[in-house]
C-alpha cells in the first residue's frame, strides 16, 4: 500500500510560480515510480509526467519550454511538481499517482493516488 498526499496548490495570478509537492509514505520511495495527473475543468484527467526511482523523467504533456519540471527527493520521500508562468489555462486539480500503468494508446491509469489539489489562476 502506497499513501501519497499532495500539497502547494492554491490561487495564484497568471504568471505566478507554483510548487506541488506530494510526500509518499508505505514502500521504498526510492523505489517508486510516481508521477503527476492533472485534471482541467470538463476535461478527461491526463498523465503530465512520471519519475523513477532513479530522477529519470518522462512528460507527457507540452511542458511549455521547461514550464512544468517533475523533481524528487529521496531523502524526504517527496516528489515535486514546478510549474512557473502560470496561465489560466494551467488551471486543474493535480494527482500525484504511483503505480501508472497505459501508454501506446491505452488511457493512463494508477493503483494509487493522492486526494488532489487544486491550482487556480486568475488573469
Known amino acids: 500500500q502506497v499513501r501519497l498526499v499532495e500539497s502547494g496548490g492554491g490561487l495564484v495570478q497568471t504568471g505566478a510560480s507554483l510548487r506541488l509537492s506530494c510526500a509518499a509514505s508505505?514502500?521504498?520511495?526510492?523505489?517508486?515510480?510516481l508521477g503527476w495527473f492533472r485534471q482541467a475543468p470538463g476535461k478527461e484527467r491526463e498523465l503530465v509526467g512520471t519519475i523513477n526511482g532513479s530522477g529519470g523523467v518522462t512528460y507527457y504533456v507540452d511542458t511549455g519550454k521547461g514550464r512544468l519540471t517533475l523533481a524528487r527527493d529521496n531523502a524526504k520521500d517527496t516528489v515535486y511538481l514546478q510549474m512557473n508562468s502560470l496561465k489560466p489555462e494551467d488551471t486543474a486539480v493535480f494527482y500525484c499517482?504511483?503505480?501508472?500503468?497505459?501508454?501506446?494508446?491505452?488511457?493512463?491509469?494508477?493503483?494509487?493516488w493522492g486526494q488532489g489539489t487544486h491550482v487556480t489562476v486568475s488573469s
Open positions: 508505505g514502500r521504498s520511495f526510492s523505489r517508486l515510480n
Open positions: 499517482a504511483a503505480g501508472i500503468s497505459g501508454g501506446g494508446g491505452v488511457p493512463h491509469a494508477a493503483k494509487y
